[in-house]
């Protein structure tokens, strides 16, 4: 079986440098809030460009205490888009306020930022588009848009970490970015982490002391806040992933642009990536119809396969009566045709190849 996503292969590529960073986090003890983590702040700041990053306990908490901190509750909505994760939806949910749901372009799966203004009341707070796949949505015409009404813009890129979005990183181009650091994602750790990246020093504060129940001192409260802090042993892992990183980037967009290239010339619907953007690749995502078959056809032949998403967030039984959405054709259309494929920076062409060609066979019903 090929694997899906292959950390073990990366795990060996640094074991030894992981081994001795995990050591160094045992021998000082200092488990919670110790030395990594304002390294990992300091080193991760430095690579986005972003003035402040805040490590906390995983991408979902990024996205709720950075609602926290702009004071967003009930009464407010949030904006994003209808074809996503559902912590995306969960996060404003939690914050007792309500998410609004809009459609995605059908070809990259991103939320289409000429939806946006229209959705747009006197109750709205904030737009989180959700960088998916790998690259970033319309950042540009978001961020315009939402200075002209006076409202905060905070990225879900738990998926699109390391990509560029006309020069700029991701996480690094609006009023707050969020990312994750579960395993599968392009820059992993061994198990939940996340941080939050923003140039505006008061939010950078308030989302400091939020995730640690409101603290700015030890026992002075002074905000309502979450036990959301992110490890220092995971912290000592992503800092040693992060010398890597851009190998691992430029390998993902090395085996994503030669799946593009293979799959078009076997006819082949995939996500497509903009001009003005780079991709990380988190996932590489195909169209298919009858996906069920064809997902049982390429499992068959040892190749797993993998649904981000199977149903729009207005179809999620938790959320379809806490949303308000109109017509979503894209977000239908996308969630019962996206299959995702085995995508990794240690992916051999051998492997590749023999993905592709049992993929043009299960379409083609062979």
């Known amino acids: 079986m090929i694997p899906f996503i292959d950390l073990r292969s990366q795990y060996h590529s640094l074991k030894q440098e992981i081994d001795g960073a995990i050591a160094r986090v045992l021998e000082h003890g200092q488990y919670i809030m110790g030395p990594e983590v304002a390294e990992m702040e300091q080193a991760l700041a430095a690579y986005t460009g972003s003035e402040h990053c805040i490590a906390v306990a995983s991408g979902t908490e990024a996205l709720l205490i950075s609602l926290m901190a702009l004071g967003i509750g009930p009464g407010d909505e949030v904006i994003m888009p209808a074809f996503t ?4 939806a969960e996060v404003v ?3 007792s306020a309500t998410p609004v749901l809009i459609d995605i372009e059908p070809h990259t799966c991103n939320v289409d930022a000429a939806l946006i203004e229209a959705a747009i009341t006197k109750r ?4 989180m588009p959700v960088s998916l796949y790998g690259q970033t949505a319309d950042m540009q015409e978001i961020n315009a848009l939402a200075e002209r009404h006076g409202l905060a813009v905070i990225e879900d890129g738990a998926q699109s970490f390391g ?6 990183k991701s996480c690094a181009v609006s009023t707050l970015g969020c990312t994750s650091f579960f395993p599968s994602k392009p820059l992993g750790c061994y198990g939940d982490g996340g941080a939050i990246f923003t140039d505006d020093s008061a939010l950078a504060l308030a989302c ?8 700015s001192g030890r026992y002075h409260h002074t ?7 992110m490890d220092t042993l995971q912290c000592a892992v992503v800092l040693t992933k992060l010398k890597r990183f851009e190998w691992e980037i430029a390998r993902r967009v090395e ?9 078009s010339e076997r006819g082949i ?4 990536q903009k001009q003005d953007r780079t991709s990380v690749f988190a996932q590489y995502t195909i169209f298919v119809d009858d996906r069920e078959t064809v997902q049982r056809t390429l499992e068959a032949a040892g190749i797993p396969t993998a649904v981000h998403y199977p149903a729009p967030l207005s179809e999620q039984p938790a959320y379809r009566d806490r949303c308000v959405f109109g017509p979503l054709p894209h977000s239908e259309q996308a969630s019962r045709r996206v299959l995702s494929l085995p995508m990794h920076a240690y992916l051999e062409q051998s492997d590749q190849d023999r993905i592709v060609d049992a993929v043009a066979k299960a379409v083609a019903g062979k």
Not at 208 to 215: F, K, L
Not at 255 to 263: F, K, M, Q, S, V
């Open 85 to 88: 994760f559902a912590a995306t």
């Open 93 to 95: 949910v939690l914050a």
């Open 124 to 127: 709205t707070r904030a737009i």
């Open 163 to 168: 990509a560029e979005y006309l020069g700029r």
């Open 208 to 215: 400091s002391e939020i995730r640690v129940h409101g603290q």
């Open 223 to 229: 905000r309502i806040g979450v036990g959301g802090r």
């Open 255 to 263: 085996i994503g642009e030669r799946y593009n290239r293979l799959l």
């Open 269 to 272: 619907e995939r996500v497509s």
